[in-house]
């Protein structure tokens, strides 16, 4: 069987399965199960487009890797066949554990458990069954590997998967802001003293990836639309937990039961709670939302229909925090309005906050190799734009109420 084969991404044009290894992981119902996640969770209520999964980003990352290693490889750093290996798996499962939605779930009916956890719990029940043969993917993706330029390119400021997910969010949104060269990046990267540095030429596509970064933030990810939808499906499912816990009957798929049901925190993942949390994934939670509009419980049915018939909440950014009488005030007007409690009415009437952060200054930086061997932080050697006000953090705050 021909496992080498050739995928066409709207991105980059043709991607080749570099092994067999790679083909095999494709194939598993795990990995299969991303086609089914959207990899930008509720943005598509904003921009219509928005319905790429992680799947597709999943594969563009590892083509970019393939281009990293050629590219590094061609600057005489040396990348063993297994090192080469374990690159291409570990940025291939480096969203495995994600759940429906993408991040919605890790708030509502799992108990902080990040999707970075189930990767890696995903990983390891792979490596079981592969024979041991992603040992050493799961040593990069830990960070744990002593070459740290290959952590640096699964994970770092300048990482395979932030130069896809730019290029590709921006392309599916139609945010032009986003667009990096992503190739160019790659070009210029270099390993000096084991760690990951760009070349100086590429200076200009640095400071393009960075404030893109910061544009597409503020522009898509953090959009107030898709955050408060976002903010209705974890409240739906915390509604739906919470009656499920009362002995209501709520109808839902099983794997959604379960967790409805379960209190699961990461210590609880046994491998038969990871088959369980393999069979959720979007379908589920839109299925059961299109039940649950019909409930006889006013928050359930009333979440679910916003976000079914995009009847959302408004929402208001501010830059400082929200005053309590502010929030008191739409919590007693929906309580008068439906006769309902405030407990209930907290569902609808709520706080947060916001905060882009598009470069972190003492974070594993993102280096500058110069024509004389000199190797500085993007920050200092950058004249050209203020990127020191791109790394601060800039916080905004939110209220979102019925209209």
């Not at 990899?39 to 970019?64: D, E």
């Amino acid at each position: 069987m021909n496992k080498l084969k050739i995928l066409n991404d709207p991105i980059y044009g043709f991607i080749t399965i570099p092994n067999s290894l790679i083909f095999d992981l494709i194939q598993h119902k795990y990995f299969q199960r991303l086609r089914r996640i959207t990899q930008m969770g509720m943005s598509y209520l904003v921009y219509p487009g928005a319905h790429h999964t992680r799947f597709h980003h999943a594969i563009g990352c590892v083509h970019l890797m393939q281009q990293a290693v050629n590219v590094l490889r061609f600057k005489g750093v040396m990348i063993s066949e297994e090192e080469e290996k374990g690159l291409y798996v570990a940025i291939l499962l480096h969203d495995i554990g994600h759940g429906p939605f993408s991040h919605a779930m890790e708030h509502s009916i799992v108990n902080n458990v990040s999707h970075e956890d189930i990767s890696l719990l995903f990983m390891e029940r792979l490596n079981k069954e592969f024979n041991g043969s992603l040992t050493l993917a799961i040593q990069i993706f830990k960070g744990e590997y002593p070459r740290k330029f290959m952590c640096q390119l699964i994970s770092g400021q300048l990482d395979m998967d932030r130069a896809d997910y730019l290029k590709r969010d921006s392309f599916y949104t139609g945010v032009a802001e986003g667009n990096i060269n992503s190739e160019r990046l790659i070009t210029m990267l270099n390993v000096v003293n084991d760690e990951l540095v760009v070349e100086e030429k590429g200076i200009y596509s640095v400071e393009k990836f960075i404030v893109a970064r910061r544009l597409m933030y503020w522009q898509v990810y953090l959009h107030k639309t898709g955050l408060a939808a976002e903010q209705l499906l974890i409240r739906v499912l915390k509604r739906a937990k919470e009656l499920y816990n009362r002995g209501v009957k709520l109808e839902a798929s099983k794997a959604l039961l379960f967790f409805l049901e379960n209190k699961i925190s990461i210590d609880d993942f046994s491998n038969d709670i990871l088959d369980v949390f393999s069979q959720l994934d979007d379908y589920d939670i839109i299925s059961a939302m299109k039940n649950w509009q019909y409930h006889n419980d006013f928050v359930l049915n009333h979440l679910s229909k916003m976000i079914i018939n995009r009847d959302l909440l408004k929402v208001k950014l501010k830059k400082k925090e929200i005053k309590q009488k502010s929030l008191e005030k739409h919590i007693q007007n929906l309580i008068n309005a439906h006769n309902i409690s405030e407990e209930e009415a907290e569902y609808f009437v709520f706080t947060g906050k916001i905060s882009n952060q598009a470069y972190r200054l003492k974070h594993q930086g993102i280096n500058i190799l110069h024509k004389s061997g000199k190797i500085e932080d993007i920050v200092k050697a950058s004249d050209q734009l203020n990127l020191k006000a791109l790394s601060k953090p800039v916080t905004k705050y939110y209220i979102c109420c019925p209209k």
